[in-house]
């Protein structure tokens, strides 16, 4: 709708964007980078951010960062998971039907990815989604599972991503001093400064083919303000105040315009 009025060739602040051309901080690089290590080493990662702060799109970009002929990836995303649960929904990705038992199915897995590297040779990484949500039973079973062979080898990367509650309701508690002492790596996601937060919504622009400057620096200083650094936030802030300027039939977004935008049209989703 806007995009034609703008001159833009995509839409700058969709989901759908491909994980390529994806705005990178330098703390998502290292975040990566060290993903990719632990996938590497198979190791137990463990990474949290706030809502909105980049936790899948940094999944996407792990996910496509892996050779496929090297890797074979896990993904599981389900609060209610429970163990039994988890070795199906493991199983089930390995094209193999679970055993009702789950210490069965825990040996069928083990045995399976024994097979993956002997004879494909390929690591295995699990990547679990949503974990703030995961009940202590399941989250121990983690540590059951990675201790394989007397300890003497891991039998693949586990990465665990979920809410900043992960690290700081659950697994800084004394109770879970056992989870912790496993952890290999963890890494948080910081919300987006001033200065990357435009450097971000340029990166969309340029997604967008856009080749005009649109939003003035102190609509950028408002973007900023208004989401809190927040990706999925500034998203939205941006994609309500360039509809707002077409309605107008403005073609740049001033401050004044982010500021009715955010109060008029965002009441209660933004934090200021």
Known sequence: MYESFFGMTNTPFGRDIPAERLFESDAFRETLGRLCYVADRQMFAVVTADPGCGKSTLIRRFYSELPKEEYIILYLSDSKLTPRWFYKGMLDQLGLEARF?????????????????????????????????????????????????????????????????????????????AIRQRIDMYCTLPHLDRAETEKYVKSHMDYAECSQEIFTAKAMDEIHKASAGIPRMINRVCEKSLMYAFQQQKRLVDDYMVKYVVEHEMLGTVTG
């Not at 024994?114 to 009940?135: F, N, P, R, S, T």
């Not at 007397?150 to 979920?162: I, K, N, Q, R, T």
């Open 101 to 177: 038992y789950r210490g069965d199915s825990k040996r069928q897995l083990q045995q399976q990815i024994e097979i993956i590297h002997g004879v494909q040779h390929k690591k295995v990484v699990c990547v679990l989604d949503e974990a703030h949500l995961l009940e202590k039973e399941t989250l121990e079973e983690f540590r059951f599972l990675l201790n394989y062979k007397f300890d003497s080898v891991s039998p693949m990367a586990v990465v665990l991503v979920g809410q900043t509650e992960l690290w700081d309701n659950k697994l800084k508690l004394q109770r879970y001093a």
